[in-house]
């Protein structure tokens, strides 16, 4: 069904990464060396939290045998350039660098689909430990870019172990997680479920731009899906999580090069469980993408295959930073093009 992979290879250098993204002490943009020290973290502001700091879960029921839970596991914020385009594409990872102004608050989703089949858990959220001094300088390079160009609100509280077990749920009960992708506000959680069989991209694993390998649990051994041709609209391929052919994990490409997401089918509708596909519904509406992708024009593509599916069947678009994304969950309201 799928392959394992040999464990973790021993990790090299981000060096590289951090000369793509040009994001070095300091930039030249238009002519004008930026300073980024005055860019970190701690000096620019950003709205106050919400004062409900841990946001409750929502669960819906969908059939009696089925339940899908929203966790949200804390806040990040990032550059308005991170977040949309800002010019031509070719200097979208410079306007990133140079840019000091914030977004507001994200927030961090999750997925828990308690199927009979067992428990499916799509991404794994962030982890406290990012409030910790030195939690990214296990890879100085890329820890240098989350330090300096994201920022985390996340307690333990709102971790996804904590939030699954008060919901009732086992943690080593889950029987499968799919990861859409490896950066660290999607694999935060991922201790928290021994017992799982995880699938992550295979494009992505062990060393993608953003990721922190060095934060994967112990003999971290992850699977990839197969992906086979299948009657998906504007997708066309796809692999099944469970025996159920109804929980797909489907090839979404471009945010990073493996990125995937899940698609639950139901009766009457869909849900597409959609990772960093597009920050929000609207983006993927109007086939905008962030400014941190991979590959441009395969971030594209993703955003015109999605709306292909949208407009072949009812569907609930779910992207995990979209605060609207809730409102959609809990109310069914479907993606309108």
Not at 9 to 22: D, I, M, P
Not at 53 to 61: A, F, N, R, S
Not at 236 to 259: C, E, K, N, Q
Request: some cysteine; overall charge negative; charged content about 20%.
């Amino acid at each position: 069904m799928a392959s394992n992979v040999a464990p973790q290879s021993k990790r090299v250098t981000r060096r590289s990464f951090l000369n793509v993204l040009g994001l070095g002490a300091a930039t030249v943009v238009g002519g004008v060396v930026v300073n980024r020290a005055n860019q970190t973290q701690l000096s620019a502001p950003l709205p106050i939290l919400p004062n409900v700091v841990q946001v409750p879960p929502i669960t819906i029921e969908p059939a009696a045998s089925l339940r899908v839970h929203l966790i949200q596991t804390g806040f990040v914020a990032v550059k308005q350039a991170h977040r949309a385009i800002n010019g031509p594409d070719a200097t979208r990872l410079m306007a990133i660098a140079a840019d000091n102004r914030w977004t507001d608050w994200m927030p961090i989703y999750c997925w828990v689909i308690e199927h009979p089949e067992g428990v499916v858990v799509v991404d794994t959220g962030e982890t406290s430990k990012v409030n910790e001094e030195d939690y990214f300088q296990c890879d100085p390079v890329t820890g240098w870019v989350y330090e300096n160009n994201l920022r985390f609100a996340v307690t333990s509280a709102d971790e996804i172990g904590a939030q699954v077990q008060a919901l009732g749920i086992d943690p080593a009960d889950v029987r499968t997680i799919v990861q859409t992708h490896l950066h660290s506000d999607h694999v935060g959680g991922l201790a928290s479920f021994p017992n799982a069989q995880t699938y992550i991209p295979r494009e992505d694993y062990p060393m993608s731009n953003g990721v922190l390998s060095c934060h994967f649990p112990p003999n971290f051994a992850p699977q990839f899906a197969s992906f086979e041709a299948m009657d998906i609209p504007g997708i066309g391929r796809g692999f099944y999580a469970l025996r159920d052919p109804d929980v797909i994990i489907i090839p979404t490409p471009g945010h990073s090069m493996g990125h995937q997401s899940v698609l639950l089918k139901h009766e009457d509708r869909h849900y597409v469980f959609a990772g960093d596909t597009s920050f929000d519904e609207v983006q993927m509406r109007e086939g905008l993408i962030g400014g941190i992708v991979a590959d441009v024009g395969l971030a594209r593509t993703t955003l015109e295959s999605l709306r292909t599916l949208v407009r072949a069947n009812p569907t609930i678009y779910l992207p995990t930073h979209d605060p609207d994304s809730r409102r959609r969950f809990a109310e069914g309201v479907i993606t309108q093009l």
